[in-house]
């Protein structure tokens, strides 16, 4: 079993900052892909920004050039840094990993609990 554990959501005006973040624990081998999805009330979930143990990113078009995805192998951390943040960014965050297990070499698909991020004024 792989834990996600998140960080980091809160309350801020448009045009702020945070930082999210996400650890993951447990009896893994190795994490092909770490990410960030998002859901809105009333919306479905919808990717944010992944990063491959590779480093390749893939972000959506909406935070492109306002969010960073970045990432420690060693730690099995994620983390997104949100920037110039719009109220339409407001949604629920989870942080998602695709997780080779040691028990048995096979990639399993994980999300943490989920964070609140609200941008208003």
């Known amino acids: 079993q792989v834990e996600l554990a998140e960080s980091g959501g809160g309350l801020v005006q448009p045009g702020g900052s945070l930082r999210l973040s996400c650890a993951a624990s447990?009896?893994?081998?190795?994490?092909?892909?770490m990410g960030w999805y998002r859901q809105a009330p009333g919306k479905q979930r919808e990717l944010v920004a992944t990063l491959t143990s590779g480093h390749n990113q893939n972000y959506a078009d909406s935070v492109k050039g306002r969010f960073t995805i970045s990432r420690d192998n060693a730690k099995n951390t994620v983390n997104l840094q949100m920037n110039n943040l719009k109220p339409e960014d407001t949604a629920v965050y989870y942080c998602?990993?695709?997780?080779?297990?040691?028990?048995?070499?096979?990639?399993?698909?994980?999300w943490g609990q989920g964070t609140q991020v609200t941008v208003s004024s």
């Open positions: 998602n990993a695709i997780v080779v297990m040691n028990t048995d070499f096979l990639a399993y698909d994980y």
């Open positions: 447990g009896r893994l081998f190795s994490i092909n892909v």
